[in-house]
């Protein structure tokens, strides 16, 4: 069996979920989002967003901008950021 060229499905092994939030009226699609904001340089929300935009070919289109959530939502309110990457436990 070989593997295939292009990502069909994402799956997170373990306890942390992926969401992706835009603001009402915004981007709902990841090929709108030009700024996406994600957690702490080379934390988990970084590498998770990073390998699914590798994953898209979309990683050249969309700048990664890193930051503390608390931040990040205040960016994301603010326009400063198209979209906002998470990984979080569930019931969080």
Do not use: N
Not at 29 to 53: C, F, N, W, Y
């Amino acid at each position: 069996m070989f593997p295939k060229p292009t990502a069909e499905a994402l799956g997170v092994v373990g306890y942390r979920l992926a969401h992706l939030l835009t603001v009402s009226g915004g981007a709902d699609s990841l090929t709108q989002i030009k700024r996406l904001g994600v957690g702490p340089e080379h934390g988990t929300s970084h590498r998770t967003a990073r390998m699914v935009l590798i994953s898209l070919g979309l990683i050249d289109q969309i700048d990664l901008i890193p930051g503390e959530v608390e931040a990040q939502v205040a960016a994301l309110r603010q326009g400063k950021l198209d979209g906002l990457f998470l990984m979080v436990e569930p019931g969080r």
